[in-house]
């Protein structure tokens, strides 16, 4: 049964193809408003106005729908990943830059929430490419360093990154309020923090 507050639309003809896309963009907006257990079969029927019936048809089962939702946020988090490595390959980007277009991947869409579900189902496999776009910034970054301990900083610094983009993506608003900070204010401490993974002798090395 349909979730009362997902308003219906009216039912009009579509292709295959069509609707697939329509329910998929439905299934994104009901996680980012309300979390994975809205993303229902019923739910995103009643979104783009079909019957529960007819979303199966086009999907096979309620898990299929919720595996392409994921394969689809995924490949937008890795294509906003890989327009990370590009601007790297092309240009000293600044530490704003760079930081600014991690965390837009992590946050725009709703990756971080993504990166949340997934985890959290143990489905981690979906993973896998968004594994190989991390090592692609971390081959970019590395690009832009030439001494012999840069590997172990530069992948430090992608992890300082990332974990902090998800972090932010995820819980950050609430922390945020908590602490009275602004939107931005975890973004302005990454970029203040970056420039010292990058410098020989910014970070010390881990203690053994």
């Given at each position: 049964m349909a979730d009362p507050k997902v308003p219906r639309v009216r039912r009009r003809k579509r292709?295959?193809?069509?609707?697939?896309?329509?329910?998929?963009?439905?299934?994104?907006?009901?996680l980012l408003d309300?979390?994975?257990?809205?993303?229902?079969?019923?739910?995103?029927?009643?979104?783009?106005?079909?019957?529960?019936?007819?979303?199966?048809?086009h999907f096979g089962s309620a898990a299929s729908l919720q595996s392409s939702?994921?394969?689809k946020m995924i490949r937008d988090l890795t294509d906003a990943l890989d327009n990370v490595v590009e601007l790297l390959k092309t240009d000293?980007?600044?530490?704003?830059t760079v930081t600014d277009k991690v965390f837009d991947a992590f946050d725009r869409g709703g990756a971080g929430q993504l990166a949340?579900?997934?985890?959290?189902?143990?489905?981690?496999?979906?993973?896998?490419?968004v594994r190989d776009a991390v090592r692609a910034l971390v081959e970019a970054i590395m690009g832009q360093a030439n001494d012999d301990n840069a590997d172990a900083r530069v992948r430090a610094a992608v992890l300082m990154m990332a974990v902090?983009?998800?972090?932010?993506?995820?819980?950050?608003?609430?922390?945020?309020?908590?602490?009275?900070?602004?939107?931005?204010?975890?973004?302005?401490?990454?970029?203040?923090?970056?420039p010292l993974f990058l410098l020989p002798d910014g970070i010390p090395p881990a203690a053994p």
């Amino acid at each position: 049964m349909a979730d009362p507050k997902v308003p219906r639309v009216r039912r009009r003809k579509r292709m295959g193809d069509e609707v697939r896309e329509e329910a998929l963009v439905a299934a994104r907006r009901l996680l980012l408003d309300r979390g994975p257990s809205a993303v229902t079969v019923a739910n995103v029927g009643a979104a783009i106005g079909m019957s529960h019936a007819n979303v199966l048809h086009h999907f096979g089962s309620a898990a299929s729908l919720q595996s392409s939702l994921m394969g689809k946020m995924i490949r937008d988090l890795t294509d906003a990943l890989d327009n990370v490595v590009e601007l790297l390959k092309t240009d000293a980007a600044a530490p704003r830059t760079v930081t600014d277009k991690v965390f837009d991947a992590f946050d725009r869409g709703g990756a971080g929430q993504l990166a949340a579900w997934i985890i959290l189902s143990g489905d981690v496999e979906q993973l896998a490419p968004v594994r190989d776009a991390v090592r692609a910034l971390v081959e970019a970054i590395m690009g832009q360093a030439n001494d012999d301990n840069a590997d172990a900083r530069v992948r430090a610094a992608v992890l300082m990154m990332a974990v902090s983009a998800f972090g932010d993506a995820v819980i950050g608003p609430h922390l945020r309020e908590m602490l009275d900070q602004d939107e931005r204010a975890m973004r302005d401490l990454v970029t203040r923090i970056l420039p010292l993974f990058l410098l020989p002798d910014g970070i010390p090395p881990a203690a053994p």
